[in-house]
């Protein structure tokens, strides 16, 4: 079975500080695809940042980065320099062939 | 359309009535997919549709639940005799292949 586990159910931060969210999955499959979503108080699902598994540098978009360790199965999001923009509860997820399985969220609060 | 739509975006519903959801997805992409999320939790698959290809029904919680897409766009989640454990927001989302999905902004669904 496939799963991917947020060990961090909530997290607060100050404005412009740097947080890392942490996400480890299971999988015996050695090519998927993994993401980041935000999902803000509108419950709209934004996809904020996307890794290939075969590719070994690590995805970046703006303030937005990824450290993926492939051999320990661990991907983790930082967020630099912080904005009040970025409170939502965060989901990473794992995508093997066409099903996206994703992990029980964090809630980041930044705090002002 | 540019987007994911879906509706209603609300819907109030009388324990045991039926509900139909529906979900208009991002025009030529070929996967659709239905998650639930319950209140503070993460998304739980329900099913998801591929092309012409028979759906994957693995996520479904009961047979109460079902779901059907006409022409290969739009589909609509049919819940019958609904319940109040049944009370979430259920997301829609499409994607093309290799990226990540687009999600619908949800209907949430109360059942009183």
């Known amino acids: 079975a496939q799963t991917v586990t947020q060990s961090q159910p909530e997290m607060s931060v100050q404005e412009a500080e740097t947080v890392t969210l942490s996400c480890t999955y299971d999988?015996?499959?050695?090519?998927?695809?993994l993401f980041w979503y935000k999902q803000p108080p509108s419950r709209q699902m934004i996809l904020v940042i996307r890794?290939?598994?075969?590719?070994?540098q690590n995805a970046t978009e703006n303030r937005f980065s990824v450290n993926f360790q492939k051999a320990a199965k661990s991907f983790s999001l930082k967020i630099s320099d912080s904005q009040l923009g970025d409170t939502a509860m965060y989901f990473c997820?794992?995508?093997?062939?066409?099903?996206?399985?994703f992990g029980k969220g964090t809630r980041l609060h930044i705090l002002p | 359309g540019a987007g994911v739509s879906q509706s209603p975006s609300n819907k109030v519903t009388e324990k045991g009535k039926d509900v139909e959801l529906r979900c208009d997805p991002i025009?030529?992409?070929?996967?659709l997919y239905w998650y639930r999320q319950s209140l503070g939790q993460g998304l739980e698959f329900l099913i998801y549709?591929?092309?012409?290809?028979?759906?994957?029904k693995s996520g479904l919680p009961s047979d109460r639940f079902s779901a059907e897409r006409t022409g290969g766009s739009v589909s609509t989640l049919t819940i019958q005799r609904t319940q109040q454990e049944d009370s979430a927001v259920y997301l829609c989302?499409?994607?093309?292949?290799?990226?990540?999905?687009?999600f619908g902004s949800g209907t949430r669904l109360t059942v009183v």
């Open positions: 890794q290939e598994a075969y590719k070994q």
């Open positions: 999988t015996s499959e050695n090519n998927y695809y």
């Open positions: 989302a499409s994607s093309d292949r290799g990226l990540g999905y687009t």
């Open positions: 025009s030529g992409h070929t996967a």
């Open positions: 997820a794992f995508r093997r062939d066409d099903k996206i399985i």
């Open positions: 549709f591929q092309g012409n290809s028979a759906p994957d």
